[in-house]
């Protein structure tokens, strides 16, 4: 099975490179993929869980989390036996903010198995070559690494900078850092937002990008107005084995065989 396995990767990987996010349009998620699942299933808890209505995201099959400084050290193989099939890492912020756990979690969730991908937190008051050369200084381009990712929202907390530009600004220097990356690393990024930043930026004016979207009270499709996602972060208040205190709970938008198409189809 495991042969079969890898040589459906590489066939769709080998067909799709030319499509997908290592350098091209992304494809659609196939219903029809031919390949095996690689996932566990989540034995997560919620220190504040929502009172879900209908679709609820323990339909899905595929869990992940985002981690950061933080969460502390992280037992990823702890966190991977009980679930934790995918994991963003925060990297960067801005042009001079390296979080202090990157390297450690990065080497410690790829050792585990976890796909892992690295995601930079957008600072509205550097210029996007800016940013693209810190994050590229700090992430390594890895072979199976998730697409890097952008991380849009406010900063009315900010120390620094709460600057709010004009929502004709957002996308275009946005889409400035997206093509750097992408270039850099061979891979279309992720961009995450938020309701009320997608909204007031309009960022489905960015084009074909696999959006993850934070709703913690209601499904994505209802908070962002039937637009296309991929990740759904559903909670920050999530209990997992191997992580302590709080951690933000994800999921995939498919099936554990149309996950194992998109990763192949994007970790060429």
């Not at 499509?19 to 989540?42: F, H, Y």
């Not at 400084?69 to 960067?92: E, I, M, Y």
């Not at 937002?193 to 696999?210: H, I, K, V």
Request: aromatic letters at 12%.
């Amino acid at each position: 099975m495991r042969a079969r396995t890898t040589r459906i990767a590489l066939g769709l990987c080998a067909s799709l490179v030319l499509l997908a996010a290592c350098g091209g349009r992304t494809p659609p998620l196939s219903p029809l993929a031919d390949v095996a699942p690689t996932v566990i299933a989540p034995d997560f808890g919620d220190a504040d869980p929502h009172d879900w209505q209908g679709r609820d995201p323990h339909a899905y099959p595929v869990h992940g989390i985002d981690t950061s400084r933080w969460q502390g050290q992280v037992d990823w193989p702890r966190a991977r036996a009980h679930g934790v099939s995918f994991a963003f890492l925060k990297a960067t912020e801005g042009g001079d903010i390296l979080d202090p756990a990157f390297a450690e979690n990065w080497r410690g969730a790829r050792a585990a198995g976890v796909p892992v991908g690295a995601y930079h937190f957008w600072y509205h008051c550097r210029s996007a070559s800016d940013q693209a050369r810190w994050f590229i200084a700090h992430v390594p381009r890895a072979p199976g690494a998730l697409p890097p990712v952008l991380d849009l929202a406010w900063t009315p907390f900010s120390p620094t900078c709460t600057k709010r530009p004009p929502a004709e600004t957002v996308p275009q220097e946005g889409r400035l850092l997206l093509d750097r990356l992408e270039a850099h690393y061979g891979q279309r990024p992720i961009v995450y937002s938020t309701p009320d930043f997608y909204e007031a930026n309009q960022l489905w004016r960015l084009g074909d990008y696999d959006f993850w979207l934070r709703s913690v009270a209601g499904h994505p499709q209802d908070s962002y107005a039937g637009r296309h996602w991929t990740f759904w972060q559903y909670s920050g208040t999530g209990l997992v084995p191997g992580v302590r205190g709080k951690a933000d709970l994800n999921v995939f938008a498919g099936t554990a065989p149309q996950w194992a198409a998109w990763r192949a189809a994007r970790s060429c």
